[in-house]
């Protein structure tokens, strides 16, 4: 595995948004650092299957787009964010709350391979051999939205790491964005008081695209076809929120769109390409 190294405020390959910090810290980093934009893609651990297919959709349309994805490397949103950005050939930028050499979740150890071995990195302010002690997480969360441009929040309860990464990048001048959810559905409360408060809602991957655009400028690279390709069996119209990583009325919304310019017919609940 490659070697770590040390990192200090002011060096050529320091994280710009750190400095914004009141006290940037030296940090570890395993894999390369890059300068393009970057975007935190965070959410609860106890998330749903709708939530971790929205999280990977806009990792990959991140990677697809240019931009780095920023997350914390656990269980549910994190680590969901970080496969669809590595699907999508992207930079992925994981942040821990252990030594840099302490995968934690253990389960996510060929996440944390698959980064360093590609286009991202591995970051951690803690000495190599730190354990995960709960309490670091919350510092580990300044990072997270220091080095983003914007923060996304893909689902969060009424407290935990997500709205902290939220308050602390809104603190910092950061766009924070959340995904609306059922007022009755536990891991969408954080989302809505977020909305509620003054986040702006991402309703699905391409009107997070759009979204981004405003704040961030032109991405990187052409996003292009963010929807994918319809095979030539067929999908169903219920399945399209899934796998465009939207809610159903912006999918309802994009099929019109694809059937006014041609691109895809109905055939009762099917739609088939042209």
């Not at 080095?147 to 308050?167: H, Y």
Request: hydrophobic residues 45%.
């Amino acid at each position: 595995m490659t070697e770590h190294r040390l990192v200090k405020p002011g060096d050529a390959t320091y994280p710009a948004g750190l400095h914004d910090l009141e006290s940037p810290p030296s940090v570890y980093v395993l894999g390369q650092t890059t300068t393009a934009p970057a975007v935190a893609v965070v959410g609860t651990r106890r998330c749903t299957r709708y939530g971790l297919s929205l999280a990977e959709g806009f990792g990959r349309a991140l990677a697809q787009s240019g931009w780095t994805t920023v997350s914390g490397l656990a269980r549910g949103i994190d680590a969901a964010a970080h496969r669809g950005t590595l699907g999508g050939n992207g930079e992925a930028v994981a942040v821990l709350g252990s030594g840099i050499d302490v995968v934690y979740p253990t389960e996510n150890g060929e996440l944390y391979r698959s980064i360093i071995a590609g286009l991202g990195a591995v970051i951690s302010e803690y000495p190599p051999g730190t354990p995960p002690d709960r309490w670091r997480f919350p510092a580990r969360n300044r990072l997270i939205a220091a080095i983003a441009s914007a923060v996304v929040v893909v689902e969060a309860g009424n407290k935990g790491g997500a709205l902290i990464t939220a308050r602390l990048a809104a603190e910092l001048g950061r766009p924070v964005f959340a995904v609306p959810g059922d007022v009755d559905r536990a891991a969408s409360v954080g989302c809505n008081l977020l909305i509620r408060d003054g986040a702006i809602p991402a309703l699905g991957v391409e009107d997070l695209i759009e979204e981004l655009q405003l704040v961030l400028g032109k991405p990187p690279r052409s996003p292009g076809q963010l929807i994918g390709d319809i095979p030539a069996t067929g999908v169903a119209v219920d399945a399209l929120p899934g796998i465009w990583g939207c809610v159903p009325a912006e999918a309802l919304a994009r099929l019109a769109r694809m059937e006014i310019a041609g691109e895809v017919r109905r055939s009762g609940d099917l739609v088939l390409p042209i």
